[in-house]
């Protein structure tokens, strides 16, 4: 009985957990290193040390190292940034961060805190 009523109090927890989780939405890097006190350079060179990220050679776009891609971390954002002379499209693309990978970046650098402490 008391087993039935906590999971009947838990259960909007856990949909709106889910919920969250799975939403197609994606979180620039800037939004999650404000909520941890950082700067979005700070945030990505932290990652970039603990060997979650690095940058193209054309030191453009951060790309998860292989580890850590196909976990739904991120997803790919494409933006128009204008049209060519042949009224064409040209679009760019940049890495979001769903919300299993904002949780993941919140682990990681709990687990690894004091390390990047001084970084900050």
């Given at each position: 009985?008391g087993?039935e009523?906590t999971i009947?109090?838990?259960?909007?927890?856990v949909?709106y957990y889910?919920?969250?989780?799975?939403?197609?939405?994606g979180?620039?890097?800037t939004?999650i290193?404000?909520?941890?006190?950082?700067?979005?350079?700070?945030l990505?060179k932290?990652?970039?040390k603990?060997?979650?990220?690095?940058k193209?050679?054309n030191?453009k776009i951060?790309?998860?190292?292989k580890e850590?891609q196909?976990?739904?971390?991120?997803?790919?954002?494409?933006s128009?940034?204008?049209?060519n002379?042949?009224?064409?499209?040209?679009t760019?693309?940049?890495?979001?961060?769903t919300e299993?990978?904002?949780?993941?970046?919140?682990s990681?650098l709990e687990?690894n805190g004091?390390?990047?402490?001084l970084?900050?």
């Open positions: 009985e087993l009523k009947e109090v838990s259960k909007p927890k949909d889910h919920k969250v989780l799975n939403s197609s939405n979180i620039i890097t939004t290193a404000q909520e941890l006190g950082r700067t979005p350079q700070s990505n932290a990652l970039e603990l060997g979650v990220q690095y193209r050679k030191g951060w790309i998860l190292k850590y196909n976990k739904g971390y991120t997803l790919t954002r494409t128009v940034i204008g049209e002379k042949r009224n064409e499209k040209n760019t693309h940049s890495m979001v961060w299993t990978g904002r949780e993941f970046i919140h990681i687990n004091e390390q990047l402490a970084e900050v």
